[in-house]
């Protein structure tokens, strides 16, 4: 696939490197640095950062901001934009905010819903879907215009991704989900944090079955454990989420003070085995407020030095 | 149907404290059926008002009356001649009800003894649930019956999200994932290729968004 964008993560996808994103959280304040320093941390690492959006409905410094801030210190930021908090309005208002300041990377998402936030009183939008958020993005882009007709002066240039869960239900239509997003103009996918790897080795052989490993990039999402609990967490309490017993057993089956850096072993040990998934092109790793470990889990992945 | 239930009670005495004479005016029609604001819930909020102003030995005089529908101006009507001896009116129907007895009698507080939740179906007895949220453009014969606008927490039109668990919505394990229920339809029907069609984005300005509603029939009106 050529590029069609500016986009750094798409030129490295597209010359069949594995590429490298990460992702970080906006702080729940104004204090920009907060973003800087974690950006600092991950920076050399990999190819592109991630910044959430409103993530679980908790509010937050806002992701065009952060991104923005990103892009000044000479990195790639990947725009994440929830459908959830604006209509079709803001979310075009917002994506050309983004292309004046050459932010080429966004993921389009529905969100998490407001239940789960601090503000479980709101109102949501949902306007658009996420399906719709990349027709949306990608009309802009190619065709110049804004979805009520009119030119765009200067339209975005972005590469367009999304999430995949490839354990939500109904597991059946997993591939077929995927197809509706590529026919929707997706180009590149982020999946949901993958512990249950036989389960996504199975998806990955829906996809390719259909061939649509050749019409998008994947990413496959990794998230390292901190402690058994989380693992606990993760699996009980996230909802589309899909930990194994044996991941919980084998955090629960050590120390306390070694479960950290058995979190981060058997993260190393997805990604070496997901590497070799015909149809993963890269790796989105979610060290979620433990940014600094990424370096490690790049460099024994074996995913260093980035291009 | 349109589904209600009744406001706490405290909420409708702090209404008409100050009240010695009121008029409790029910609805045949929605309210009846989901047992919120028929003849029988009128009787029962009546002596539930009555024994709440004895106890503060106070005296509440109360009429019943109850109306085919409060959502027609000649059942408004009915009571015309005597709603002028009462110091408020609380209604048991729902807030359409309740608005267009506040159109016809201008002179008069009107109060709502109802919280109106949603257009919907009885399940089961006991048991009611939202089916509908008129947008104004039905997409049913899209998605295999099964509405994901009212019954879809993110009311997403290509779903379903990435929290649909075991069939359930993430928001609420008691809860049905719409979409779920629609790729089962779908593939109850031998049309689960109808899935990977792209449902389009949207016109909502048939739906609230677009302003208050209005149909005009000029072929009915004289």
């Not at chain 1, 079709?88 to 529905?110: K, P």
């Amino acid at each position: 696939m050529n590029p069609k964008t500016p986009s750094k993560l798409e030129k490295i996808l597209a010359s069949g490197q594995l590429a490298v994103t990460s992702e970080c959280g906006p702080p729940r304040g104004s204090n920009g640095d907060a973003i800087t320093k974690k950006a600092e941390m991950i920076k050399d690492y990999v190819d592109a950062i991630n910044i959430t959006d409103n993530q679980t409905s908790v509010a937050r410094l806002c992701s065009l901001a952060a991104v923005i801030r990103l892009k000044l210190m000479g990195l790639e930021p990947i725009l994440q934009m929830v459908t959830r908090d604006r209509n079709r309005i803001a979310l075009q208002s917002d994506i050309l905010g983004a292309a004046s300041f050459d932010i080429n990377n966004i993921l389009c998402l529905s969100g998490d819903h407001q239940q789960f936030g601090d503000h479980p009183q709101a109102q949501n939008v949902f306007d658009i879907d996420s399906m719709q958020l990349i027709q949306t993005v990608r009309h802009m882009r190619d065709e110049g215009k804004f979805l009520g007709g009119d030119d765009i002066d200067k339209p975005p240039q972005m590469f367009v991704g999304a999430a995949a869960n490839p354990f939500a239900d109904p597991f059946e239509i997993r591939a077929r989900r995927l197809a509706k997003k590529i026919a929707a103009g997706v180009e590149f996918i982020q999946t949901q944090c993958i512990y249950n790897l036989d389960k996504f080795e199975l998806w990955m052989e829906q996809i390719r079955d259909r061939g649509l490993h050749e019409k998008v990039y994947i990413l496959a999402g990794v998230t390292p454990f901190k402690s058994a609990g989380m693992a606990k967490y993760m699996k009980n309490r996230v909802p589309g989420m899909d930990v194994p017993d044996e991941v919980v057993k084998r955090m629960s089956g050590v120390p306390k003070e070694k479960q950290a850096e058995e979190g981060i072993n058997i993260c190393v040990e997805s990604i070496q085995r997901l590497k070799e998934v015909e149809g993963v092109n890269g790796f989105h790793i979610m060290a979620i407020e433990w940014e600094e470990k990424v370096p490690e889990i790049a460099k024994r992945s074996g995913l260093l030095p980035r291009p | 149907m349109i589904v209600a239930e009744r406001k706490p009670l405290d909420e409708i005495i702090e209404f008409i404290k100050d009240c010695k004479k009121i008029l409790i005016v029910g609805c045949n029609e929605c309210v009846t059926v989901c047992y919120a604001g028929g003849k029988k819930e009128v009787a029962v909020l009546a002596s539930a008002l009555k024994m709440a102003f004895l106890k503060e030995e106070k005296e509440l005089e109360i009429t019943e009356v109850t109306l085919e529908r409060q959502c027609d101006q000649e059942y408004l009507e009915e009571i015309r001649d005597i709603i002028d001896q009462y110091d408020a009116v609380v209604s048991m129907a729902c807030g359409v009800g309740v608005q267009f007895m506040a159109e016809k009698y201008l002179s008069i507080p009107i109060y709502p003894a109802l919280n109106t939740l949603f257009m919907g179906v009885t399940e089961e007895r006991g048991v009611w649930a939202e089916r509908c949220q008129g947008c104004g453009q039905c997409i049913l014969g899209q998605t295999a019956g099964i509405c994901p606008i009212s019954r879809c927490a993110k009311r997403l039109l290509n779903g379903p999200c990435g929290g649909s668990t075991k069939g359930k919505c993430e928001i609420n394990k008691e809860l049905d994932c719409a979409w779920q229920l629609i790729i089962d339809r779908l593939k109850e029907l031998g049309r689960l290729d109808d899935y990977e069609k792209l449902i389009p984005i949207k016109d909502w300005s048939t739906e609230r968004s677009g302003g208050p509603r209005r149909i005009v029939r000029e072929d009915l009106q004289q």
